[in-house]
């Protein structure tokens, strides 16, 4: 059954209120994606969005309980191994990760996806998204993953902040 709009309006303040405790917990630890020294990524995303885009690695990314919380329809979600996951304007990567600047690439089209749609909205995409068509479908995991694809098989520069705006337009 998919979460009706009330549903998502009564359960959005408990997931919402656990991204921004897990985010204030790793603050101290994170480290802004400029200062990571990958070479590519300054050409795709302006020097302000990589200042303040936020890098934690930790040991197992930290996961929303979401089945206690009343969303039971993500299971498969909630299943996969993720090697990072974006909250707002910090992510969290695993160790094997760390190095992968397409990874980073992924994230931070998130990060973008995140501050043009607004945290509520963000939220709301995302898991219609899941529920309609499956993780690896959903359309901003689409958005994330094709415009990764055209980062790692092709040396050809675009702003890939405005490639999502565009996306998130159109
Ligand atoms: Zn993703």
Do not use: C
Request: proline content about 6%.
């Amino acid at each position: 059954m998919p979460l009706t709009p009330e549903e998502f309006r009564a359960k959005y303040p408990i997931l919402i209120g656990w991204i921004n405790k897990t985010v204030a917990d790793h603050s101290s630890l994170a480290k802004p994606v400029s200062g990571l020294g990958f070479r590519r990524l300054p050409s795709y995303f302006s020097a302000p969005l990589l200042a303040s885009s936020w890098v934690v690695g930790v040991a197992r990314l930290p996961m929303p309980p979401l089945s206690q919380m009343g969303f039971t329809q993500f299971t498969e979600w909630e299943r996969i191994e993720y090697g990072g996951i974006t909250y707002m304007d910090t992510f969290f990567v695993t160790p094997g990760e760390v190095a992968n600047e397409a990874l980073h690439f992924h994230e931070l089209v998130h990060v973008i996806q995140w501050r043009v749609l607004g945290a509520e909205r963000f939220v709301a995409a995302y898991a219609e998204g899941l529920e309609r068509f499956g993780y690896r479908s959903s359309p901003l995991e689409e958005m994330a993953y094709g415009l990764e694809d055209r980062f790692k098989y092709s040396t050809e520069v675009f702003d890939a902040e405005e490639a999502v705006r565009a996306a998130l337009r159109s």
